[in-house]
């Protein structure tokens, strides 16, 4: 089993940038994708970053140009740098861990972090 913790969120004006980091712990060595997804009320859970063991990294256009994953495998972190937040961004945003051959299946899931961003 992995488990995966979420930290880093909070309340910024908009401009503001914010990281959040996930800490996985347990079988990590199954792990060949990770990601992280946002969640606003009212809207379905979506796909923000996600980067790959080959540490290719692919972003939502919504976010492509200030947001950047990256992962340190040695601390089994990954990592979400939010630059230049808006309003829009605020969600609550999960990290996620998977494996999978050509597409990642998502099986483990942290509890979440807020981010709010004001106007």
């Known amino acids: 089993q992995v488990q995966l913790v979420e930290s880093g969120g909070g309340s910024v004006q908009a401009g503001g940038s914010l990281r959040l980091s996930c800490a996985a712990t347990g079988d990590t060595h199954s792990i060949g994708c990770m990601a992280w997804f946002r969640q606003a009320p009212g809207k379905e859970r979506a796909a923000v970053a996600s980067?790959?063991?080959?540490?290719?990294?692919w972003y939502a256009s919504s976010v492509k140009g200030r947001f950047t994953i990256s992962q340190d495998t040695q601390k089994n972190t990954l990592t979400l740098e939010m630059n230049d937040l808006k309003p829009e961004d605020s969600a609550m945003y999960y990290c996620?861990?998977?494996?999978?051959?050509?597409?990642?299946?998502?099986?483990?899931w942290g509890q979440g972090t807020q981010v709010t961003v004001s106007s």
């Open positions: 996620a861990a998977g494996n999978g051959a050509s597409i990642c299946k998502y099986n483990h």
């Open positions: 980067i790959g063991r080959s540490t290719s990294t």
